[in-house]
């Protein structure tokens, strides 16, 4: 069964990965399915899963855990409407005591953005707009702002976020791209993870002449629960640590069970990635179309939390 059918087993997971120190759990954004097979030149756990509305899933994995933080990777944030959005951002946050991430992309899927009323070609610029527009309504009581996609007048969420609620992009690694998220982001989450060290290096000094600090989310694939396994994983993981990435996500397999790819992902974090992870600021775990878990992290200076 898919991961995000098994609704019994994601609480099941979310407690594991919470008990096993696991510091996030992710899911996709998705929120409608398309037939296995339509997109024939994209992984089916892209579009094919039975997605669940990330805000009501992770209110709900919120309420049955107890320390373990939650992020979108990705919500197609141009598809939805943004002051939505920052409202059930908001809300999540508040009501898991501060334990929510947002990661954001503009996604491939036209027809997705045709069943919700939206147009892809002008998406980028949107996502860019969105993001100053959902941080002025986190962090202001009444907003007034008139752009090209927003006119808000004086309008606020009525109860603001207790801290605030970092921003994480996906994208490809072109360069207009990287400059979006050292401008506008705290995190970049590379689709592929971190296959080479020159976009995390181009990253790091556009966000340091922008006087800013963003971190890189790796992705690393955990075949099976074997030894073997957890030494590639620790391997590759250490590959993009040395490549520039500041967190690890650990990848099940897609066609995996939750039953048959929770303990390789535990395994995985206790034999070795952790470890690896110490000298980074953060290292992660995730599932894809699924659950995401754990960050072990080190805060360098006059760097702020995540």
């Known amino acids: 069964m898919p991961w995000m059918a ?12 919470d008990e096993a120190g696991f510091d996030h759990l992710t899911t996709s954004g998705h929120l409608l399915t398309a ?16 997605f ?5 899933l992770m209110a709900y994995l919120a309420a049955v855990t107890e320390r373990i933080a939650f992020r979108t990777s990705i919500l197609i944030l141009p598809m939805l409407p943004t002051a939505l959005v920052a409202k059930q951002a908001a809300d999540l946050s508040l009501l898991s005591g501060g334990r929510f991430e947002l990661g954001v992309g503009i996604s491939w899927q036209r027809a997705e953005y045709e069943a919700l009323g939206q147009s892809m070609s002008d998406r980028g610029a949107k996502l860019a707009e969105q993001i100053t527009v959902v ?9 007034t702002y008139h752009g090209r996609f927003h006119t808000i007048d004086g309008l606020g969420l009525g ?9 994480w992009i996906g994208c490809s690694p072109t360069t207009p791209l990287l400059e979006r998220v050292a401008r506008l982001g705290d995190g970049w989450i590379p689709g592929g993870g971190v296959t080479t060290a020159e976009p995390a290096r181009q990253l790091r000094e556009l966000a340091q002449a922008a006087g800013r600090t963003v971190g890189v989310a790796g992705r690393v ?8 396994a957890v030494a590639e994983a620790v391997a590759e993981a250490q590959r993009q640590l040395d490549a520039g990435a500041t967190e690890l996500t650990l990848v099940a397999d897609p066609a995996a069970s939750v039953s048959e790819a929770l303990p390789g992902l535990i395994a995985a974090r206790r034999g070795g990635v952790r470890p690896l992870a110490e000298n980074a600021d953060w290292a992660n775990t995730r599932a894809p179309g699924a659950l995401t ?13 995540r």
Do not use: H, K, N
């Not at 669940?52 to 009501?56: A, E, I, L, Q, T």
């Not at 109860?159 to 921003?167: H, K, N």
């Not at 955990?222 to 030894?227: I, K, L, M, P, T």
């Open 221 to 228: 694939v955990v075949r099976a629960d074997s030894a073997e």
């Open 6 to 17: 098994d609704l019994t087993g994601l609480r099941t997971a979310a407690r594991a990965l």
């Open 35 to 50: 037939e296995d097979g339509r997109y024939p030149q994209v992984p089916s756990f892209t579009y094919a899963l039975p």
């Open 293 to 305: 878990g754990g960050r072990c992290r080190r805060r360098p200076p006059g760097s702020t939390d």
């Open 52 to 56: 669940r509305d990330p805000f009501v």
């Open 159 to 167: 109860q603001l976020p207790s801290a605030p609620i970092p921003i």
């Open 135 to 143: 941080r002025m309504l986190w962090t202001q009581e009444l907003v």
